[in-house]
């Protein structure tokens, strides 16, 4: 064993080389890295820092210049990464960044099951991308969607969708993108299956509606689209007060 290269100066707190020799220098140092079977488990030389790449799979395989303090937290969190840095805070959570391949992760960004799951993009941007079940599965980053009963999706949420008394009170599974249903009583009893992004904002928006979806930056004030009894309503529209009501 090299002492010289599995350790380094106590306030030092990032160690460059192969997955063996990183989980080595995290284990001697009491880092907090590389904890859990296959962690770390990748060829050539990569940086890890404290607290970072712990969970079962945790970046196996991994192909990466350095991932910051705090990322690659969970079970198979940025597994197979191709990307140049995951920043301070990122990709933690069960299978974040899964097949990622770009150019840099943002930080705080790629916080849950499947967040960035086998995206393909240059770039995720601090604190807005990928923080919930499955978003940027695919090929294309996307806007945060939340499905589930009111109570669920308000959860999922956290302040970014359904705030506000008695907003997204529904029973059935629905969908709901970030930054709607805000208000009192918004999406109270919604029937819609799906609402778009910036949608169904204002005191009782989207109340007791009858519809099937509803689009993007729609029924955007108060009692828009309150009761309504069409099967959908598209982008950009009944946005004036209690407009489309009834």
């Given at each position: 064993?090299?002492?010289?290269?599995?350790?380094?100066?106590?306030?030092?707190?990032?160690?460059?080389?192969?997955?063996?020799?990183?989980?080595?220098?995290?284990?001697?140092?009491?880092?907090?890295?590389?904890?859990?079977?296959?962690?770390?488990?990748?060829?050539?030389?990569?940086?890890?820092?404290?607290?970072?790449?712990?969970?079962?799979?945790?970046?196996?395989r991994g192909q990466f210049n350095k991932v910051f303090e705090g990322s690659c937290q969970g079970l198979g969190a940025c597994q197979e990464i191709q990307a140049t840095e995951i920043r301070t805070g990122s990709c933690n959570g069960q299978s974040a960044a899964f097949k990622f391949k770009g150019n840099v992760i943002g930080e705080s960004s790629c916080n849950n099951f499947q967040a960035c799951h086998d995206a393909n993009a240059e770039n995720i941007d601090v604190?807005?991308?990928?923080?919930?079940?499955?978003?940027?599965?695919?090929?294309?980053?996307?806007?945060?969607?939340?499905?589930?009963?009111?109570?669920?999706?308000?959860?999922?949420?956290?302040?970014?969708?359904?705030?506000?008394?008695?907003?997204?009170?529904?029973?059935?599974?629905?969908?709901?993108?970030?930054?709607?249903?805000?208000?009192?009583?918004?999406?109270?009893?919604?029937?819609?299956?799906?609402?778009?992004?910036?949608?169904?904002?204002?005191?009782?928006?989207?109340?007791?509606?009858?519809?099937?979806?509803?689009?993007?930056?729609?029924?955007?004030?108060?009692?828009?689209?309150?009761?309504?009894?069409?099967?959908?309503?598209?982008?950009?529209?009944?946005?004036?007060?209690?407009?489309?009501?009834?």
């Amino acid at each position: 064993k090299d002492a010289g290269n599995l350790r380094r100066r106590a306030d030092e707190t990032c160690f460059t080389g192969t997955g063996s020799a990183v989980t080595q220098w995290c284990a001697d140092n009491d880092m907090n890295c590389c904890n859990g079977v296959d962690a770390c488990n990748f060829s050539g030389s990569r940086t890890v820092c404290k607290n970072a790449c712990n969970g079962q799979g945790a970046c196996f395989r991994g192909q990466f210049n350095k991932v910051f303090e705090g990322s690659c937290q969970g079970l198979g969190a940025c597994q197979e990464i191709q990307a140049t840095e995951i920043r301070t805070g990122s990709c933690n959570g069960q299978s974040a960044a899964f097949k990622f391949k770009g150019n840099v992760i943002g930080e705080s960004s790629c916080n849950n099951f499947q967040a960035c799951h086998d995206a393909n993009a240059e770039n995720i941007d601090v604190l807005t991308g990928c923080n919930d079940f499955a978003e940027c599965d695919g090929q294309e980053i996307l806007p945060a969607t939340f499905t589930g009963t009111g109570a669920e999706v308000t959860e999922a949420c956290n302040g970014r969708c359904c705030v506000g008394k008695d907003a997204c009170t529904w029973t059935w599974r629905k969908t709901v993108s970030e930054n709607s249903c805000m208000g009192t009583f918004a999406c109270k009893n919604n029937g819609a299956t799906t609402i778009g992004i910036n949608s169904c904002n204002g005191s009782g928006a989207c109340r007791d509606n009858r519809l099937e979806s509803i689009g993007d930056n729609s029924c955007g004030n108060y009692a828009a689209c309150y009761g309504l009894k069409a099967k959908k309503v598209g982008d950009d529209s009944c946005n004036g007060l209690q407009s489309c009501s009834f």
